[in-house]
């Protein structure tokens, strides 16, 4: 199943610096876990924000909810869920 992603992240200015570096650190090698096996195979960031879309490539609502809860920034985000389906005009 497919889903549209989108992720707003709103880190509090209080947390210190050598902590949100960590978090970021783990967040980049999670996310790119998740994408060289490709259940996360589109990453974009929005332009003037920090915020992404991402398509997920999961089997299930269940299994999407697992792994954006276990990423490292979530508690600091904001995320919409759009689950896709095939459009009978495309070609691919």
Do not use: C
């Not at 880190?11 to 949100?20: E, G, R, T």
């Not at 609502?61 to 904001?78: A, G």
């Amino acid at each position: 199943m497919l889903y549209l992603v989108r992720m707003d992240v709103k880190i509090p200015h209080d947390l210190p610096a050598a902590q949100v570096d960590e978090i970021k650190a783990r967040e980049k090698a999670y996310s790119q876990a998740l994408q060289h096996d490709g259940r996360w195979p589109h990453l974009w960031r929005v332009v003037g924000e920090y915020a992404n879309y991402s398509v997920f490539n999961v089997a299930s609502n269940d299994e999407l909810h697992q792994l954006l809860s276990q990423l490292p920034l979530f508690p600091y985000m904001q995320i919409q869920v759009t689950p896709l389906a095939q459009h009978p005009s495309a070609i691919s």
